[in-house]
């Protein structure tokens, strides 16, 4: 009798982290465009406040929807999208953005050196502050 509880019961939560990964694999993904920032800062502002004290700039800007401006000063065209790299006045590093695909402009024309203003979702500090799911706003 036990052996059949601990069967059954196995079952459905085998088969409701079944459909719970289903369904976090499935969902929509988050589209930047239309969403106004939660914070607007220079790219040097951004990424000093992360070298200085990460944790307290973890807490300020962590999956928030943040618009960045700044010099460009790196393309990196990769599997259809753009990883652009924004200077922060730094030798070590800079803040990367992650243009997917589907968020380049058609016709668009990137120099090096131009200012450009970019939203994105920030997902923390690594060398780099990182911002993906981005939108070249000018």
Known sequence: MKLKYYVVSSLVLLLVV????YWQYNKPKRNLTAETADLSISATDLYKQ?????AQANQQYL????QVRGSLQTINRESGGLNLILDAGSEMGGVICEV?????PEGLNLQTGRELT???????????????KCVIVR
Do not use: R, S
Request: aromatic share 6%; with cysteine.
């Open 50 to 54: 992360f070298l200085e004290n990460e």
């Open 118 to 132: 970019i939203k994105g979702q920030c997902t923390g500090y690594l060398m780099d502050v990182v911002l993906v």
């Open 100 to 104: 997917p695909k589907e968020n380049i």
């Open 18 to 21: 079944a459909i719970g990964g």
């Open 63 to 66: 999956d928030k929807i943040v």
